[in-house]
């Protein structure tokens, strides 16, 4: 294993040339194109999502590029500033909308920020905890949703100072494609730094020395599985330079210290690591950071901190059901052995819960318009119900009925019960099956077979059903199938906002949603007598319109802001010794 030091402090005399800035927002100028949120209860997009991750769940292990890491080079890595000290950036969940994602890239790429009266300098190493992109990994969804936003944010090294280094972690979306386009962007490779950002790392996980004693180590936790062998090899020797005096920052693909509280095995790979990785040589994991969960939260216990900060992009998740309090390894936990379990506090987060609750609401008018195609396939479903239990209804004599509503009921029913069962808690989601799944899910069916039953009474007192073949198809299609899928959206929003206050579909009362606004980053101080100091940095609003700027000099941002970007602590700092 060699070291790889940090980049030299002495500045080049003039920056390299670049690609030419552009003059509009045209992808031609930009080489990349600017993506809208994704559209989370799109069908096509549940269906491929779904089964993207039944093929990571079931082959996860035969694709699986980490054990290949192995002939790749190992450096520890090393990162001190200027001054001994180190500003680090932490960033998670970022590559959804551009405007989102861009408006987190340009305030990570500003030279220095203004926050609540302080002065606080751009890091000097940028750190990605995970998803990196959405829905899933491919070489072209990098390229339009974080690579293409962030060269634009910082797309030359700075002229004044050393050249900034990125870190990432790949998430469960990075995952999706077994790692292939993650390893090609962030790995290190030739000519593959992004912007002015240089990527020292050649592995999907790393160690790198800080100022103060202070460790990072970064894991890639592959969507939950075990720690490979190479991987563990690799940690195991860097913890040789480990002292009792030593204080570790880990970053974690998931925050498992909160999943644990419905899935206790959910902590078990992270207490493995510290335990065998970590403890032996005496040192303190002081720090656990992590996204997965677009927000910010954080937990204090007695002498370690539980971090997660999601809030780089993608759509808000709440805060206002989170545990108040954890245990840490959890008891129920089926490992034989465990490290001493400690509660921890939740002391801060991001957004606050009344203002997590108010954006819940948002649901009824944010479900119809960011997922029309969801909203269409209701419809149909709607009209398919709606016309089998007229076709009950009518008598059995009528010709157009026979030809109309050809579908068994029971059929119908079954399949809209259990795709409403299935919808409060997939076979592939993590956790348990409790009864308020199956309650809320089959209620939840049975509302929408109630409209069904209302819809169809309506129908059977209009006049299409008994006009010429084929008006009533026609008919139900054109006129009864959008009013159904609207009223059958409402519905289902309103299940969610219900289901939302049990704990059940919480994901999806606010990926339905895309939520933009609310987004956040962590700004971290190391000072070279082994402070470190946090900065959870908010934006309570994100830019939605921006202007380029093809004069300004190389190492600028290509586009600024129309609307101004106002950013304020989440809390006040924390402060590790």
């Known amino acids: 294993m060699t070291d790889h030091p940090s980049r030299p402090t002495v500045l080049p005399e003039s920056p390299p040339a670049g690609p030419a800035r552009p003059r509009s927002l045209d992808p031609k100028e930009l080489g990349f194109t600017p993506q809208r949120p994704v559209p989370w209860l799109a069908p096509l997009l549940l269906i491929s999502t779904g089964l993207r991750t039944l093929l990571a769940l079931l082959f996860g292990a035969y694709l699986d590029k980490r054990e290949l890491q192995n002939s790749l080079p190992s450096p520890v890595h090393r990162e001190v500033g200027p001054d001994g000290d180190l500003w680090l950036d932490f960033v998670a969940d970022l590559g959804d909308g551009f405007h989102a994602t861009y408006s987190v890239a340009w305030l990570l790429s500003r030279t220095e920020l203004e926050v609540d009266g302080e002065r606080l300098p751009r890091g000097q190493m940028l750190l990605m905890g995970g998803d990196q992109v959405y829905p899933t990994a491919s070489g072209e969804a990098y390229e339009n949703r974080s690579k293409g936003p962030y060269e634009a944010a910082l797309p030359q090294p700075p002229a004044d100072r050393p050249r900034p280094t990125l870190y990432a972690v790949p998430g469960n979306h990075d995952w999706y494609d077994g790692l292939t386009a993650f390893l090609r962007v962030f790995a290190a490779s030739r000519g593959g730094d992004i912007g002015g950002w240089r990527t020292p790392q050649a592995r999907s996980y790393f160690a790198v020395e800080l100022p103060g004693g202070w460790w990072l180590y970064g894991l890639d936790g592959q969507s939950g599985a075990y720690l490979d062998d190479p991987q563990l090899r690799y940690f195991e020797e860097a913890a040789t330079r480990l002292t009792p005096e030593s204080k570790v920052i880990i970053s974690v693909p998931e925050p498992s210290w909160v999943k644990a509280v419905d899935l206790p095995g959910a902590y078990d790979t992270i207490e493995y690591f510290i335990r065998t990785v970590v403890a032996p ?21 007695p002498d370690r901190q539980l971090i997660t900060c999601g809030g780089g992009g993608a759509y808000l998740y709440p805060t206002h059901k989170l545990p108040e309090r954890i245990e ?25 819960p009344a ?10 008018a944010r479900l119809p318009l960011r997922n029309p195609g969801f909203a269409t396939l209701l419809g149909v479903l709607q009209t398919s119900l709606m016309l ?34 299935f919808f409060a808690k997939p076979p592939s989601a993590s956790g348990k099956r409790h009864v308020r799944h199956w309650l809320l899910g089959l209620g939840h069916g049975f509302a929408h077979i109630g409209l069904a039953a209302v819809g169809a009474w309506a129908w059977l007192q209009l006049p299409f059903w008994d006009a010429p073949w084929p008006l009533p198809a026609v008919a139900a299609v054109v006129v009864y199938g959008p009013v159904a899928g609207l009223v059958a959206s409402q519905l289902t929003a309103l299940y969610l906002l219900v289901a939302g206050a049990f704990g059940v579909n919480l994901n999806e009362l606010y990926a339905a949603q895309g939520i933009e606004d609310a987004k956040i980053f962590l700004r971290l101080h190391l000072a ?4 470190l100091t946090g900065y959870p940095i908010a934006v309570d609003r994100i830019c939605r319109r921006w202007r380029p700027d093809p004069d300004a000099a190389p190492d600028a941002a290509w586009l600024d802001p129309e609307q101004p970007l106002r950013v304020r602590l989440a809390e006040p700092p924390f402060t590790l010794r």
């Open 281 to 301: 040589r005496g040192a303190q994991v002081r720090l656990l950071l992590s996204g997965d969960l677009h927000h910010y939260a954080r937990y204090a216990g």
């Open 328 to 352: 840490v390894p959890p008891r129920d936990t089926l490992m034989r052995r465990t490290s001493h379990s400690e509660s921890y506090d939740l002391v801060g987060r991001y957004p606050e």
């Open 355 to 364: 203002v997590s609750r108010r954006y819940a609401w948002g649901i009824f």
């Open 388 to 421: 089998t239990m007229a076709g009950v209804a009518l008598p059995r004599a009528e010709a157009n009925a026979q030809r109309l509503f050809s579908i068994p009921l029971v059929i119908m029913l079954a399949v809209t019960l259990l795709g409403a069962a």
């Open 528 to 531: 070279a007598d082994g402070t």
